[in-house]
């Protein structure tokens, strides 16, 4: 019999069931796959301080970091990437890194550096969830980490002051939302009907920014605008989070967001940039990909999205 798997993260808010965003990717790509959680919230001691978050735990085996609780997943053969293609495995990967480096820094930034979300909402959040005297450590902690991570994911010294990359950070985050947003167009998921580890990553790192009260962001304000990714993050709520039946999705436009029709030189440049990638990866994981694969794990298929198409909105 399988032992059970835990999976430690942070909690629920703002209409989600992590305002973290790995551990939303490790959530979401759970759904999808069909793998059995039980969800515990951290709670933070002096013991586990320095603990990585979201952890899963799986008898005497503990993982950490998103990406490799994903493997580890794979491994028990819940794999909601079976059914990809070579190409479209590639394609996952070049996205997902996309998302790291140019969609990251500007989510820390943003939660963690604005001084107006760090101390409205960021900071009261994280303090909530943490005992005294925690609660007056470790948001300053996690602050500190996010604006050391920004600094080095853009290739900056660390004595370097975050005023000089922040408007290059939101610049580049804003077109990586424009090509998700263009590579989504009118479809329910980046890949046909199914979800995979693409739309687990995209999930994790939308929702937050569409769900959470803001005092201030220009990001948000941005994302608002595509209308098909705040729709793409309200589906995959209703339809694997919602707490009741499934409910009916909202029926998505005949019409392609207006970024497919004004997508600028430096979107296509990083169009570009990502199909290249993804052709040197699709070439180095062909033999990868050859070898036996399990399939999924998958307990009930989960209604098709597609079928609600001209549902009326919730």
Sequence with gaps: MAAAMELRCWGGDWGLPSVHTDSLVVLAYAKFSGAKLSV????????????????????????????????????????ADYEL?????ADTMAYIALLEEKLRPALLHTFWVDAENYSNLTRPWFASRSPFPLNFFI????????????????????????SEVEGKIYSDAKECLNLLSYRLGTADYFFDNSPTSLDAFAFGFLAPLHKADLASSPLQSHLRQLDNLTRFCDNILAAHFSPDKPRKIAARSGLLPPVQETMDANLQKLT?????????????????????????????????????KNSTPA
């Design 40 to 79: 515990s919230p951290v709670d933070w001691t002096w013991k586990t301080l320095t603990a990585s978050v979201p952890e899963l735990v799986c008898g005497d085996t503990v993982v950490q970091e998103p990406t490799q609780i994903l493997n580890f997943l794979r491994k028990q053969r819940f794999n």
């Design 85 to 89: 293609t070579a190409r479209q495995g």
């Design 139 to 162: 948001p300053s902690r996690l602050a500190n980490v996010a604006l050391t991570r920004i600094l080095v994911t853009r290739g900056e010294g660390l004595l370097h002051r975050i």
């Design 272 to 308: 570009q940039l990502v199909n290249k990638e993804s052709n040197l990866i699709e070439k180095m994981d062909d033999n990868l990909r050859s070898s036996p694969q399990h399939k999924p794990h998958r307990t009930e298929p989960k209604p098709s999205l597609s079928s609600s």
